[in-house]
């Protein structure tokens, strides 16, 4: 095992830890700092598969900005910090099951693809690595699709997030 790939499997492995505990945690300001713990692996992994540019952007935009400002909203609303709901509901079970579904049909789709055993080729050293970013998220034979979708989603979450906050006078 090579010191890439081990660094690649510690920076995993605490990622998941790191989300798992975002989504366990009772504690609203921890849940807040474990994020930035996952956020931060992210970062890792990009910078592990010569993604600099979005590396940067992980930490800036997210860690810098999005994460601070949960924890200040946190903070901000001086409520009790622990959360003394249930933490499972009635449907708990129907969202285990579909999750194992899930897992199970991606491992069914992905077993018999050679893309775990092969390795990337190396980027060449001339190329910009940004404009390939550029040109590959509007090409359409790339991510076009993806990016326009995110797009939408963005759109709706924005169009929601006024719904929501708007009151009637």
């Given at each position: 095992?090579?010191?890439?790939q081990l660094v690649?499997?510690?920076?995993?492995?605490?990622?998941?830890?790191?989300?798992?505990?975002?989504?366990?945690?009772?504690?609203?300001?921890?849940?807040?700092?474990?994020?930035?713990?996952?956020?931060?692996?992210?970062?890792?992994?990009?910078?592990?598969?010569?993604?600099?540019?979005?590396?940067?952007?992980?930490?800036?935009?997210?860690?810098?900005?999005?994460?601070?400002?949960?924890?200040?909203?946190?903070?901000?609303?001086?409520?009790?910090?622990?959360?003394?709901?249930?933490?499972?509901?009635?449907?708990?079970?129907a969202a285990a099951?579909?999750?194992?579904?899930?897992?199970?049909?991606?491992?069914?789709?992905?077993?018999?693809?050679?893309?775990?055993?092969?390795?990337?080729?190396?980027?060449?050293?001339?190329?910009?690595?940004?404009?390939?970013?550029?040109?590959?998220?509007?090409s359409p034979d790339?991510?076009?699709?993806?990016?326009?979708?995110?797009?939408?989603?963005?759109?709706?979450?924005?169009?929601?997030?006024?719904?929501?906050?708007?009151?009637?006078?």
């Amino acid at each position: 095992m090579t010191p890439l790939q081990l660094v690649f499997l510690l920076t995993a492995a605490l990622t998941l830890v790191a989300a798992f505990r975002v989504v366990t945690t009772r504690n609203l300001v921890h849940a807040a700092l474990w994020l930035v713990v996952t956020l931060f692996g992210v970062a890792v992994l990009f910078v592990l598969l010569n993604a600099p540019f979005l590396a940067v952007v992980q930490v800036v935009v997210y860690i810098g900005a999005i994460a601070v400002l949960f924890i200040f909203a946190i903070m901000l609303t001086r409520r009790e910090m622990r959360d003394q709901g249930a933490q499972l509901n009635k449907g708990w079970w129907a969202a285990a099951l579909v999750s194992l579904l899930t897992f199970g049909g991606l491992f069914w789709l992905t077993r018999s693809w050679d893309g775990f055993t092969r390795t990337a080729a190396p980027l060449p050293t001339g190329q910009d690595t940004l404009s390939a970013l550029g040109k590959a998220l509007v090409s359409p034979d790339a991510f076009v699709l993806p990016f326009e979708i995110a797009s939408v989603l963005l759109l709706a979450a924005l169009v929601g997030a006024v719904y929501v906050a708007y009151r009637e006078k």
